[in-house]
């Protein structure tokens, strides 16, 4: 069975970071596309990130563009979410997705184009 679990979410001030685990079970990681996704409370999903297969491609969303990197740990077949400087818009419910078809720079990650969903972490940024 195909699994992912995040790990990671908490509250932060804002300026400050977290880092997101998504961690795979049922899988390699490395051969999906995986996304990141947030959904703030009354808002729409919105997404984050993505990082590809073997090409390690990337993409992310232009309100996190320079704050935000992902990466893969194929012998954890974990993905992270590195979040600095964030802000408190940056509150909401973290997932992270695979079976994307695409991940390719510019873009648009399309939530609809994946197929396995984690529970989510919260994440909220106050002071």
């Known amino acids: 069975q195909l699994q992912l679990a995040e790990s990671g979410g908490g509250l932060v001030q804002p300026g400050g970071s977290l880092r997101l685990s998504c961690a795979a079970s049922?899988?390699?990681?490395?051969?999906?596309?995986i996304g990141w996704f947030r959904q703030a409370p009354g808002k729409e999903r919105e997404a984050v990130s993505c990082?590809?297969?073997?090409?390690?491609?990337?993409n992310f969303a232009d309100s996190v563009k320079g704050r935000f990197s992902v990466s893969r740990d194929d012998a954890e077949n974990t993905v992270y979410l590195q979040m600095n400087m964030l802000v408190p818009e940056g509150t909401a419910i973290y997932s992270c997705?695979?079976?994307?078809?695409?991940?390719?720079?510019?873009?648009?990650?399309?939530?609809?184009?994946?197929?396995?969903w984690g529970q989510g972490t919260q994440v909220t940024v106050s002071s």
């Open positions: 990082i590809g297969t073997s090409d390690g491609r990337t």
């Open positions: 049922g899988f390699a990681v490395g051969r999906y596309v």
């Open positions: 997705a695979g079976g994307g078809t695409y991940c390719v720079a510019a873009v648009p990650i399309r939530s609809d184009q994946y197929q396995y």
